[in-house]
């Protein structure tokens, strides 16, 4: 299927669907802003044995200097990036669908802060925030329901002298703060702000999923398609590479850039 029929197919379900309408989104979305994915084909992508390796708690546990290092190197530059336009049009097509009644929610993947910046107010991040600390300790109350700001933690000093003696203490227990993401071998449920019962609960009620700059290769993209398929809500995907983790047989494929498909998308309902 050429791109353009693809993007009115999406185009054509996104105008008359009145219900809910779920937004999926992975690193593809932030490739615009200057911020590379782990598995895509972008110059940038290291899909490589360390990001499975560190990005674990059990690494954390082991070596908690050194995974804060990683962290620090592949995730501080993500301060200064700036939303693009395919941020802009997925918080335009959220106005829009509830200007006119419908129900929305973004649910992403992404720990960088674009979305928000662009103006998109229903959004689950169920991988957490990379400007955003937390407790590490499980025994401690605020490890599952509280984080802090990057920004009001001393990382400075450890930048500058990465040892255990200058990794910021939790203000409750003292225990080593962590960054607070979802790592690789954590489970939905371990923190309040990833928002998982809001996920779940909408997959009950969405009627049509629309997924972008995603590889549907982590356990919410799974989750989300488990769901579609069992309900025969319709799935689009909006990727430039191959569906790798596609299990949905009739789910459409809109193979083009996320900054460049989504605009036209939004262009063409706005005319609607
Ligand atoms: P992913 O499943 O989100 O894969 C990225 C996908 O984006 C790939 O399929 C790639 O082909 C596609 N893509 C590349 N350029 C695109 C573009 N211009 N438009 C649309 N799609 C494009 O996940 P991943 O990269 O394997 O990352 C794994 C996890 O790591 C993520 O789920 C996330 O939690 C975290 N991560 C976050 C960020 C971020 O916050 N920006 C960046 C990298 C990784």
Avoid at 1 to 17: G, P, Q, W
Avoid at 129 to 141: D, I, T, V
Avoid at 204 to 225: C, E, K
Wanted: proline share 4%; charged share 20%.
């Amino acid at each position: 299927m050429t791109l353009e029929t693809s993007a009115r197919k999406l185009i054509d379900a996104i105008a008359h669907e009145k219900g809910l309408i779920l937004a999926l989104t992975g690193a593809g979305v932030s490739v615009a802003s200057g911020i590379p994915t782990f598995r895509g084909s972008d110059p940038g992508a290291i899909w490589t044995r360390d990001v499975r390796e560190m990005a674990t708690i059990q690494y954390f546990r082991r070596n908690p200097v050194s995974a804060w290092q990683w962290y620090r190197a592949r995730f501080a530059s993500t301060d200064e990036a700036r939303p693009n336009s395919a941020h802009t049009a997925l918080a335009a097509l959220e106005r829009w669908h509830i200007d006119r009644g419908g129900r929305f929610l973004l649910v992403t993947q992404n720990i960088d802060s674009l979305h928000e910046q662009a103006g998109s107010i229903h959004l689950a991040k169920v991988h957490g925030s990379a400007n955003r600390a937390r407790c590490s300790r499980e025994e401690c109350s605020r490890s599952s329901t509280r984080s802090v700001a990057i920004a009001d933690l001393d990382l400075a000093t450890f930048d500058g002298n990465p040892r255990l003696e200058t990794i910021p203490r939790c203000a409750g227990c003292g225990g080593l703060m962590r960054p607070h993401v979802l790592f690789f071998d954590e489970e939905y449920i371990g923190h309040t702000d990833y928002q998982w019962p809001k996920v779940t609960a909408a997959c009950d009620g969405m009627r049509l999923v629309v997924a972008v700059g995603t590889s549907l290769s982590v356990g919410v993209t799974d989750f989300v398609q488990m769901s579609a398929g069992r309900r025969g809500v319709p799935l689009f995907i909006v990727e430039p590479g191959s569906l790798v983790g596609a299990t949905i047989p009739d789910a459409v494929h809109v193979r083009g850039k996320a900054e460049e498909v989504l605009p036209m998308v939004m262009t063409a309902l706005q005319r609607v």
